[in-house]
């Protein structure tokens, strides 16, 4: 299958700072990638879509000035968590399909991301 | 509105058993529906879909699900489960809520033990 490569696997930042997550997609071209966070042992909970060359659509709730995701070319979309907060420490992970909607998703490794 | 239901948190199975996993769903169109598998810390693994055609599907690992049109399942099984086979199972549907994104809708998800 395709090949979604998220960078990086973990990371831990002081509470303030600002943490970039990459999810690019290796051996395809992605029109649309999505962006989840998960807490333990729980589901999926889609964040936004982000789009190339185009805003991302937040889910209702996500704050768009806090979590910034930019689609700048059809293989990168980054997930920028702003003025991070012990509460924003969470697994997030990110998908994006090949080919029309109706054809699975591919999933990177997801990022454990942990502020102290 | 569209939904997936997973009513089992957790699965017990012994080795060499055959499994299920259930999921039933809700959709206001033809249903577009997957089964995705976790492993600790990992991102998600695609196993099978079902968009259309014969209503036994079968995919990776040894997995199949059946789709139930009547019942409105798509229920996961396996003839004979293994140890590695425990993990976190998810199953998603199409939302058709969301455009031509093909953003999926995710069960709770079901946590597989396989005991040896």
């Known amino acids: 299958g395709a090949v979604v490569s998220q960078h990086p696997s973990r990371v831990i930042c002081k509470s303030g700072t600002s943490v970039k997550i990459e999810c690019r997609s290796l051996?395809?071209?992605?029109?649309?990638m999505f962006w989840y966070r998960q807490f333990p042992k729980q589901s999926l909970m889609l964040m936004a879509t982000?789009?190339?060359?185009?805003?991302?659509?937040?889910e209702q709730g996500v704050e768009k000035d806090k979590f910034l995701i930019n689609h700048a070319s059809l293989t990168l979309s980054t997930l920028t968590v702003t003025s991070a907060h012990p509460e924003d420490s969470s697994f997030y992970i990110c998908?994006?399909?090949?080919?029309?909607?109706?054809?699975?998703?591919?999933f990177g490794q997801g990022t454990r991301l942990t502020v102290v | 509105a569209q939904s997936v239901a997973q009513p089992e948190d957790q699965v017990n199975v012994a080795e060499g058993n055959p499994l299920t996993v259930k999921c039933t769903y809700s959709?206001?169109?033809?249903?577009?529906l997957f089964w995705y598998v976790q492993y600790p810390n990992r991102g998600l693994q695609f196993l099978l879909k079902?968009?259309?055609?014969?209503?036994l599907v079968k995919g990776s690992y040894g997995f199949e699900a059946e789709f139930n049109k009547s019942q409105t399942s798509f229920h996961l099984k396996k003839p004979s489960a293994l140890v590695s086979d425990s993990a976190l199972y998810f199953c998603?549907?199409?939302?058709?809520?969301?455009?031509?994104?093909?953003?999926?809708?995710f069960g709770q998800g079901t946590t597989l033990q396989v005991k040896p």
């Open positions: 998603a549907v199409r939302d058709y809520g969301s455009g031509n994104t093909g953003k999926l809708i």
């Open positions: 982000s789009n190339e060359g185009s805003k991302a659509t937040y």
């Open positions: 998908s994006a399909r090949v080919g029309a909607s109706h054809t699975e998703a591919f």
């Open positions: 079902y968009i259309t055609g014969d209503n």
């Open positions: 959709v206001s169109g033809n249903p577009y």
């Open positions: 051996d395809f071209q992605a029109t649309t």
